[in-house]
């Protein structure tokens, strides 16, 4: 049986002009022409609970432009959160080798929009460090406000998903004694995208895989159904502390087999190819470079 296509909604650069849409027989439906006046952004649209509107609307439509010619922003591209979840796979608490066991409460920090680029961006290796890493993650972006949210409702403030290489720079994320901020902010060290797949129900993330590839070579890879804290737990835990508004993004952890855990660690370096992978959402991609 084939997999269900749903909508693949992007935010987009063409010619200098920023735009959204919706990908359409291998090129791009220019929904921003089509619903400016009324959505300026793909933004406005997740926050007006329209995301469903704008992909009807280009179902019956023929593409704008082909996709080599536009280049890929972040899906949302000024999120007001970006809220990171640590060590979300029972294989990455053991990797720690601490002796602990699984933590009681999930690992929480904070990334900026500058961090990250969109789909097919170069991310880039900062001359202060060579130990940029790789990690692929499931992504939720919210789309309706909500603070100590219950965990049975938790997924009706879900607006889509998305895809993220939450790259980091490791021998920055212990400059502190407590403290990772620094090594998971490195201007366009990470990668958001490509697009926003819509939500509809809780099967299409229950239990899917996900996948990350480095020049084609598997090197993380599990199902989200094995994730300690899921995603529902998430939702209502993080929003006990802070108010979760329409466009926060929600990175909900990665795999076991980033590069710092093989022995011995393998960086990314320039040239490299990172893929981040999940089924029903597509495929992120991005090369690597060194920052100039």
């Not at 063409?14 to 919706?22: I, V």
């Not at 997740?46 to 469903?52: C, E, P, R, S, T």
């Not at 961090?115 to 939720?140: C, I, M, N, T």
């Not at 099967?203 to 020049?215: F, G, K, M, Y």
Request: some cysteine; aromatic content about 8%.
């Amino acid at each position: 049986m084939s997999e269900v296509q749903r909508p693949r909604l992007c935010s987009f650069v063409h010619q200098n002009r920023h735009s959204y849409g919706a990908i359409v027989d291998g090129g791009i439906v220019d929904l921003g022409a089509l619903h400016g006046a009324q959505w300026a952004t793909l933004d406005a649209a997740v926050a007006d609970g329209a995301l469903a509107q704008i992909a009807e609307s280009a179902a019956t439509r023929t593409a704008d432009f082909a996709l080599d010619d536009i280049s890929f922003d972040i899906p949302i591209t000024n999120p007001g959160k970006i809220i990171c979840v640590g060590v979300n796979y029972p294989d990455r608490n053991a990797e720690y080798k601490d002796g602990q066991e699984l933590p009681p409460y999930p690992s929480i920090f904070i990334r900026f929009p500058e961090s990250f680029v969109g789909h097919d961006q170069a991310v880039v290796r900062p001359p202060e460090s060579e130990k940029l890493d790789y990690e692929g993650e499931l992504v939720l972006v919210i789309g309706r406000e909500g603070r100590r949210i219950p965990e049975d409702s938790a997924l009706d403030h879900v607006a889509a998903v998305t895809l993220c290489n939450e790259g980091t720079i490791r021998d920055w994320v212990r400059h502190a004694k407590f403290n990772v901020t620094q090594g998971k902010n490195f201007d366009r060290t990470g990668a958001i995208g490509p697009w926003l797949v819509p939500f509809e129900d809780e099967s299409q993330i229950a239990d899917i895989e996900l996948t990350t590839r480095v020049n084609g070579e598997v090197r993380q890879n599990d199902r989200t159904a094995r994730m300690m804290f899921g995603f529902k737990y998430l939702i209502s835990y993080i929003s006990t502390f802070t108010t979760l508004k329409p466009g926060d993004v929600i990175v909900t952890g990665t795999p076991t087999g980033a590069g710092a855990r093989l022995d011995p660690p393998v960086w990314l370096k320039p040239g490299d190819v990172v893929e981040v992978e999940a089924e029903g959402v597509g495929v992120l991609s991005n090369r690597v470079e060194d920052e100039q």
